[in-house]
């Protein structure tokens, strides 16, 4: 083989290598925090992908997208979210209905819906924390000490239900 064809087939061989190298590099590890989606829609955990929202989404989807949202301060977002689950009585639903609203400044509205997602499960350790932090922002600082004895005993010590709530009635702040 001539020089020329060598030194050809070789940097043949180092752009496949380097083109492979980029790709696996691309495509990242499970690990990987899930990609940003663009505007108008969410990522879909079971697709591994961003849809449309206008497209069909379980509960589980809406549910994470809606957490997301409401996370990121887009509490609009979160409620058009919400409101498109298909078991308006899932307790992660209304758990994050109450988050929303207690963040949006509708304490009623929002321990009205945190009764409800402890109602349908009362080991739900996040209801309980939120529900103690809205207690907190309306000084009924008993009332929020009795959540918290609630997540410490249904066996929540040491979650971020428990150490969230705990930090909002030792500092009087919440998240």
Do not use: H, W
Request: glycine share 10%; charged share 25%; hydrophobic share 35%.
């Amino acid at each position: 083989m001539t020089s020329t064809i060598k030194t050809s087939i070789l940097a043949f061989a180092a752009t496949l290598s380097l083109a492979y190298a980029g790709a696996a590099l691309a495509a990242g590890s499970e690990d990987d925090a899930k990609p940003e989606c663009k505007e108008g829609q969410v990522y879909d955990e079971a697709t591994k992908s961003c849809v449309d929202k206008t497209g069909q989404l379980n509960d589980d989807t809406i549910y994470r997208a809606a957490r997301d949202y409401a996370y990121a301060g887009k509490y609009g977002e979160a409620l058009g979210m919400l409101k498109r689950a298909a078991n308006q009585n899932d307790p992660r639903i209304l758990t994050y209905y109450g988050y929303t609203n207690r963040k949006l400044g509708n304490i009623d509205v929002a321990m009205d819906y945190y009764n409800r997602a402890i109602a349908a499960d009362g080991n739900n350790l996040l209801a309980r924390s939120y529900m103690g932090q809205g207690l907190v922002q309306e000084g009924k600082i008993e009332e929020a000490r009795v959540q918290l004895i609630e997540i410490r005993d249904r066996g929540g010590k040491g979650t971020y239900a428990y150490d969230a709530l705990y930090q909002a009635l030792k500092t009087g702040s919440t998240y």
